[in-house]
Nanobody, 124 residues
Framework: QVQLAESGGGLVQPGNSLRLSCAAS????????FGWFRQAEGKEREGVSCISASDRRTYYADSVKGRFTISRDNAKNTVYLQMNSVKPEDTAVYYC?????????????????WGQGTQVTVSS
């Protein structure tokens, strides 16, 4: 079984940066694609960014393109979400998730392992 634990959330001012981390544990992590999703109060959970298992292709929601970067460090079993130029509308609980196999888009379908989430609040 794969277990995920997010960290790095907190309060940040608009325009600043922060980095979220997702520590993964379990077998065959190289065979999993990983994604970051978020859910703001009163809104449906949405995809933010995903990184595919073997081809390392990355995908981003239109709302974060050019500002966020997803990456993975297989040696550390960690997936990151670098968030730059954050906006108040980025405020949400951010979740890390994993699914077996490759991906080709930001899509929550097929993600079978989820972390508990980390709160990101963008405010002055």
């Amino acid at each position: 079984q794969v277990q995920l634990a997010e960290s790095g959330g907190g309060l940040v001012q608009p325009g600043n940066s922060l980095r979220l981390s997702c520590a993964a544990s379990g077998p065959s992590l190289n065979h999993y694609s990983f994604g970051w999703f978020r859910q703001a109060e009163g809104k449906e959970r949405e995809g933010v960014s995903c990184i595919s298992a073997s081809d390392r292709r990355t995908y981003y929601a239109d709302s974060v393109k050019g500002r966020f970067t997803i990456s993975r460090d297989n040696a550390k079993n960690t997936v990151y979400l670098q968030m730059n130029s954050v906006k108040p509308e980025d405020t949400a609980v951010y979740y890390c998730a994993a699914k077996p196999g490759l991906i080709a888009a930001v899509d929550p379908r097929g993600y079978v392992y989820w972390g508990q989430g980390t709160q990101v609040t963008v405010s002055s």
